[in-house]
């Protein structure tokens, strides 16, 4: 079975791209989006068999609005254990790309 994990569009203490009514935010929201993804990789490594990163789009009263997801198979559970660590690690500011002293979802952890 498929689920996934949000993890926002930025990190959890820093400022980030807000929707508003003008529609001019999608081009910022989705390029910080990816830079927070790119972000994710570097502390937690790649993703394993079974897990993926992406950008999604998601409506909303005033417009539609983007985050970082981590897809993964639930009966996986070296997928399901990044997608976890995701949850609980993703970097909570800009500067925060120290990895991970063992990559996620290996089994070498």
């Known amino acids: 079975?498929?689920?996934?994990?949000?993890?926002?569009?930025?990190?959890?203490?820093?400022?980030?791209?807000?929707?508003?009514?003008?529609?001019?935010?999608?081009?910022?929201?989705?390029?910080?989006?990816?830079?927070f993804l790119e972000l994710i990789r570097k502390k937690l490594g790649p993703e394993p068999p079974g897990a993926r990163l992406a950008v999604r789009s998601n409506p909303h009263d005033f417009g539609t609005y983007y985050d970082v997801v981590c897809n993964f198979d639930t009966e996986d559970e070296g997928a399901a254990k990044y997608a976890a660590t995701c949850d609980e690690e993703a970097p909570r500011t800009w500067g925060d790309d120290e990895p991970l002293p063992v990559p996620v979802g290996t089994g070498e952890e």
């Open 1 to 35: 079975m498929r689920d996934f994990v949000s993890m926002g569009s930025a990190p959890c203490n820093e400022e980030c791209v807000q929707v508003n009514t003008n529609g001019d935010y999608h081009a910022a929201m989705r390029a910080e989006c990816l830079r």
